[in-house]
């Protein structure tokens, strides 16, 4: 998928955890777990504003664009 999920990298920098967004952000752990794997097809926009108001990121800071010749 050429659209990359880069969270875990904004997690690590920010020193914070996944369990600890989900509760901040109001999204169960697993549905963030899935959300940090790539394995979701979409994400509700409001989503990803609470993501970045928590993290104090930009959306392009946790997604990424990939062509697929370069994966």
Known sequence: MPV???LDVMLAKRKRRG???AQAIGITE???SLLR???VKGVRF???EAICRELAC???DILAYVA????
């Open 4 to 6: 990359v999920v880069t």
């Open 37 to 39: 794997q790539g394995r």
């Open 30 to 32: 697993s549905n963030l």
């Open 46 to 48: 409001s989503t990803l």
């Open 58 to 60: 930009q959306p392009g």
């Open 68 to 71: 697929e010749d370069e994966a």
């Open 19 to 21: 369990n600890d967004l």
